[in-house]
Structure formats: C-alpha cells, structure tokens
C-alpha cells in the first residue's frame, strides 16, 4: 500500500472523488503544510495555520496507479485558482499535491507539466511539495458527504 495526498479545496468534495476508486483503499480528510501542531479546523479556517485541507489516500499500487490518481485530481477541481475552489476562499482551499516519494515528485510534476502543454488551463498554480506531517480532521468531517445522504455517484 502506497500513501498519496492531494488539496484541491474542501476536502468533503476531494475525498468523495477518491474514496470509490477500485485500487482506494481508504481516505482521510486532514490538514497539512502548515505551521501549527495538532490544527483543528477552527484553527485552519482562521487561514493564519498555512495548512491546506487535504485528502490522505491509501491505494494499492497494483490496482491503480499514482497517475491515475493525478488524473482525478486535475479533474476535480480549477488549478488555475489561488487558493480558492468555488465559493470557498483562503489558502485552505488551495491547489496543492503533497508528495511522499522522489517517483511521486516526478511524476507530478511529468503530469502538471503535460496538462500545461495540453493548454487546457492558461496557467496552473498548483503546488507540489514533500509531504509534511498529516493531521487528520475530527471524526465529523470523515466522509461527510456519505454521511449527510450527499455524496455524489462513484466514478
């Protein structure tokens, strides 16, 4: 099993996307990048912790790939907005892939790289950075969505 985490805005939508995939073992929402021990969501949405809130995913690699998990990232969300998704502003929100391996770092960076020259976007600024420590949201936010009768069709 191999680790991949992606922020992409709220992470209620993020891991909705993620959490169905064949090859997904499991999700969890979170929070990384930032400066403060143990963040609650009180504390990030405060938007002074630089944490952004992210989606931990647990996947095995022989079912689907961490390209594969690229794509659906790109897919979901607008990389061409600073630290904002739709309605949901601050840099919480932003676009960022954290990655915990030098392969993962490359292969990022191969798949922005594509996605740029495809002009699909005018220009993405998404970050890619090594992943820090990763701090799980409270129990609430845990596939919130599902849980709330919101969640939308597997992929």
Not at 130 to 142: C, G, L, R, S
Request: aromatic content about 12%; some cysteine; overall charge neutral.
């Amino acid at each position: 099993m191999e680790k991949a985490t992606f922020g992409a805005g709220c992470f209620w939508h993020v891991e909705e996307a993620f959490r169905h995939l064949k090859g997904v073992t499991s999700t969890t929402v979170g929070y990384m990048g930032g400066t403060l021990k143990n963040p609650t969501y009180e504390d990030v949405c405060t938007d002074k912790t630089g944490h952004a809130e992210v989606v931990e995913i647990t996947y095995d690699p022989g079912k689907i790939s961490y390209e594969e998990l690229l794509n659906v990232f790109w897919d979901i969300h607008d990389p061409t907005t600073k630290n904002r998704q739709g309605p949901d502003v601050g840099t919480q929100y932003r676009s960022i892939i954290f990655y915990h391996t030098l392969e993962q770092k490359t292969t990022a960076e191969t798949s922005k790289k594509n996605l740029e020259q495809s002009r699909k976007y005018k220009k993405i600024i998404t970050e890619i950075t090594k992943a820090t420590t990763f701090y799980p949201a409270e129990e609430y936010h845990q596939q919130y969505l599902a849980k709330h009768g919101l969640a939308a069709c597997p992929r």
